[in-house]
């Protein structure tokens, strides 16, 4: 794989990193400062593994008539037909990983780069799992990460003990947008008026900002108490008829207005604005 990133995450300085095992760290190259959102997801290098490229969009947003009604989803099970699609990011929204021996590691994946097996150091978040499993009851809960599948689906296999994940969408599954990872919730197949992500990296959902609940990013905190935080509001949420009346309003009045169109001031009823921002109301500071 020479020098394609494996696993796509955020550096404590909220800037994209791309994580390498030790012994493969380019001695070289960096990212360019290329302005906020483009430093939180740059590319750095090419992947030439066809099933690992992200789909990429013209500089207007728009795609090639051939992907054109494809959709990333299969149709919605039985059981979830009337519940809203929960987008759960993987890397520092759910767990943090490393390929420098952690300790108090909960996971040791072995993944394999160039015919060499390296093991991969996870921790999970605080909570993770009591979250996992209060969604996984209310939501169809789906797994969106810009990770590479041979490193987060058996991440996935580890932590979701219960079945809470009906589909895995990885990088292939992706928009690459002027340098960044976006996961565009048009492409998944499901009415974005029931459609939710959680996630930890603005560039994630910047097509779709208003059908985002923002995440701080964790990388080893075991104090931190965000998912469990977060666990009532997320209980309301999974009630209501259309997800704009809630996050629309409350990302709006949070971050001072502006945004997507039909905001208005101050949170809907039973949904404080601050609960939204997480990283800043919660935490004191300013969000990832």
């Known amino acids: 794989m020479d020098s394609t990133s494996i696993i ?7 800037e994209q990193l791309t994580n390498f095992p030790p012994d493969r760290v ?29 789909v990429i969009a013209e500089e207007n947003g728009q795609y090639s008539p051939k992907l054109q ?29 490393s390929f420098k021996p952690i ?55 580890l932590l979701d003990k219960w079945g809470v994940f009906r589909a895995r969408l990885f990088r292939e599954s992706c928009v690459f947008y002027r340098g960044n990872y976006v996961k565009d919730l048009g492409r998944l197949g499901r009415d974005l008026h029931r459609v939710v992500i959680i996630d930890n990296s603005p560039a994630s959902y910047i097509f779709h900002p208003d059908n985002a609940v923002p995440v701080g990013s964790w990388f080893d905190d075991m104090s931190d108490t965000e998912l469990r935080d977060l666990m009532p509001f997320f209980d ?11 996050l629309r309003n409350s990302n709006n009045a949070a971050g001072g207005g502006g945004g997507g ?28």
Do not use: W
């Open 8 to 14: 796509t995450q955020v550096n404590r300085e909220e």
């Open 26 to 54: 380019p001695s070289s190259k960096k990212p360019r400062q290329r302005g906020f959102l483009n430093t939180l997801l740059c590319c750095f290098g090419s992947n030439n593994q066809g099933a690992s490229n992200p």
């Open 69 to 97: 009604g494809k959709f990333l989803l299969p149709p919605v099970r039985h059981q979830d037909m009337h519940k809203i699609c929960l987008i759960i990011d993987l890397d520092e929204t759910l767990v943090h990983s």
């Open 103 to 157: 300790s108090n590691a909960d996971f040791v994946v072995p993944v394999e780069i160039d015919g060499t097996v390296h093991q991969v150091y996870v921790l999970k978040r605080p909570y993770v799992d009591e979250f996992l499993q209060r969604v996984g009851d209310a939501y169809e809960c789906v797994l969106f990460t810009a990770s590479l599948a041979k490193y987060a689906d058996p991440v996935a296999d």
């Open 236 to 246: 309301k949420l999974s009630r209501v008829e259309d997800v704009y009346t809630v």
């Open 261 to 288: 169109s039909g905001g208005g001031g101050g949170g809907s009823p039973g949904f404080p604005a601050p609960l939204l921002m997480n990283g800043a109301a919660l935490h004191g500071g300013g969000g990832s």
